[in-house]
C-alpha cells in the first residue's frame, strides 16, 4: 500500500458483523416508519455506497434510488468548508419523500448545504440517514433523523470511508492517525 499504512495495522472501531446487525436494525426502523408509502433515496457520493447498497437490502418499501455528488474535503482530514456538485440529480425530486444517506456526519457543513440544496427541489418530505454521527465536532447545528454509531472525534476508514481516496473497501470501520 506504498507510504500508507496496511489496513490490518490500524485499530477496528466497528466491526463487520456490529455494523451489519445496525444497518439491519436501521433498515426495519425506516421500514416501519414508511410503510405503504414510496420512498426515493439518494446517496450522497463517494462516501455513502457500500452502506447505501446494504441498508437499501433491508428496506422493505417502494423504493427508487439515486446518487449525488457531493465533496467537501480534499485530501486531508479536516473539512475545507467548500463543497462541489461533482454529480447533479437524474431525476426530479419534487413532490417525493426524499431520505438522504450519508457516511457520516461531522461538523455539519455538508449537511447544511446538502438540506438547503434539496429542499430548493420541493421534495415532500425530506429525512436523513447517517452511519455515523460526530456530535463534538458540530460545527453547524444540523441532526440526522436516523443514526448507525455516534462515534468520538478520531478519523476513521472502511465501509466507504476514505482518507485520500485510500481504504474504502475495508470490511470493518478501523482508525486512522494522520
Ligand atoms: C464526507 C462525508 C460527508 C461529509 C461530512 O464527504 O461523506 O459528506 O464529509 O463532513 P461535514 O459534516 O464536516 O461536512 P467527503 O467530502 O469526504 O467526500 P466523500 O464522501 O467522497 O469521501
Request: net charge positive.
Amino acid at each position: 500500500m506504498g507510504a500508507a499504512a496496511r489496513a490490518e495495522e490500524l485499530k477496528v472501531l466497528l466491526s463487520r458483523q456490529k455494523i451489519a446487525r445496525r444497518v439491519r436494525a436501521l433498515g426495519a426502523q425506516i421500514t416501519a416508519d414508511y410503510r405503504g408509502r414510496p420512498l426515493h433515496v439518494i446517496g450522497i457520493l463517494k462516501g455513502s455506497w457500500v452502506f447505501m447498497a446494504d441498508l437499501l437490502r433491508h428496506l422493505d418499501l417502494d423504493v427508487t434510488v439515486d446518487f449525488l455528488g457531493f465533496a467537501s474535503y480534499g485530501l486531508g482530514t479536516a473539512s475545507s468548508g467548500e463543497i462541489r456538485i461533482t454529480k447533479d440529480l437524474d431525476a426530479s425530486i419534487e413532490g417525493l419523500e426524499v431520505l438522504i444517506v450519508e457516511d457520516i456526519l461531522d461538523t455539519g457543513r455538508t449537511f447544511n448545504h446538502l438540506e438547503r440544496f434539496l429542499a430548493a427541489h420541493r421534495p415532500k418530505s425530506l429525512k436523513v440517514s447517517t452511519l455515523l454521527d460526530k456530535p463534538t465536532r458540530r460545527i453547524v447545528p444540523v441532526r440526522a433523523d436516523y443514526v448507525g454509531f455516534e462515534i468520538p472525534d478520531v478519523f476513521v476508514v472502511g465501509y466507504g470511508l476514505d482518507f485520500g481516496h485510500r481504504y474504502r473497501n475495508l470490511p470493518d470501520i478501523r482508525i486512522v492517525q494522520p
